[in-house]
């Protein structure tokens, strides 16, 4: 199996080597493109195991049993297909979920909101600030981030919009059918930045209703790639960590108030198997980002790899019948 996924890594190299990396994410995109279309159109739901497995296949050059899941990511394959409801369908929506965020932790935690459109053509730049961000409330990655409104290319915006307003993202990458029934909406919210300039996530990986370790995300949109420390929840960091590819950086001080962001993840993550609860921690005031069921699509690279099943094995998954 370790061959196999070497097999399948050293082939995407090749492949991005002869192609050229523009034209390697032009095939990268159409093949995602496509493939919602025909699966939104065409594949019932009884061929959906069948087809994740090939995807999981074609991605990791590892075969998926979904009958007897073992790792990580394998469980998190078994989620999209048996685990999906519609409280995760709410959650996944980056503007219902502020509701429940109020009910549960209070609004003071909600990173506040200029305005929500059915599509871009609603939109007054106007009544706008300088800086603010623009997000897809349906997906995942589909965010603009404004710095400078007079530098802002509105045309480039709004083909960016147009498309991804017309995309189910449930279909568009692995089946992570908790996005499947959001209703597509633009949203645009406050502009944060920390004292670096840029911003920082805290990532929590929860299981079984309990927090179990933080991942300090830095540089997230930057060209340069984003860097990320793993650590426990009293900020010791851990010997393993997820997204190995990208550089870990130094241990950073922790962060004052990382009790009250202990709290509210293990408030937030109660009742379900697993969830990643994400934090913006700006001037010592803490910010929710999102709630992701589905975490890296279930392509995580963990070093070391045993980690992967590791954390599977805490996981325990649902009897369905």
Known sequence: MAFASFLHKLRDKLLRYLLGQ????????????SSWYMLNRYAPESKYPELLCDWYLEQTGERLDLKNPLTYNEK???????????????????YLVREWIKQKIGEKYLVPILGVWDNFNQINFDLLPDQFVLK???????????RDKTKFNREEAKIKFDKWLNINFAYYFGLELQYRDIEPKIIAEQYLEDESGGLSDYKYYCFEGKPYSVEYFIDRFERGGYKAIMYDLDWNQTDWTVDAHHEAGNSIAKPD????????????????????VDFYLVKDRIYFGEMTFTSANGLEHFEPEEWNRKLGDMIKLPIVN
């Open 22 to 33: 523009n034209t390697y994410r032009l095939v990268k995109e159409i093949n995602k493109f």
């Open 76 to 94: 998190i394959q078994w989620l999209k297909l048996y685990d999906t409801t519609p409280l995760k369908t709410r959650l996944s929506d980056k």
């Open 136 to 146: 897809a409330n349906h997906g995942c990655g589909w965010i603009i981030i404004v």
């Open 257 to 276: 108030n990382l009790q009250e962001m202990n709290s509210i993840a293990e408030i937030l993550c109660a009742g379900f198997h697993h969830v990643r």
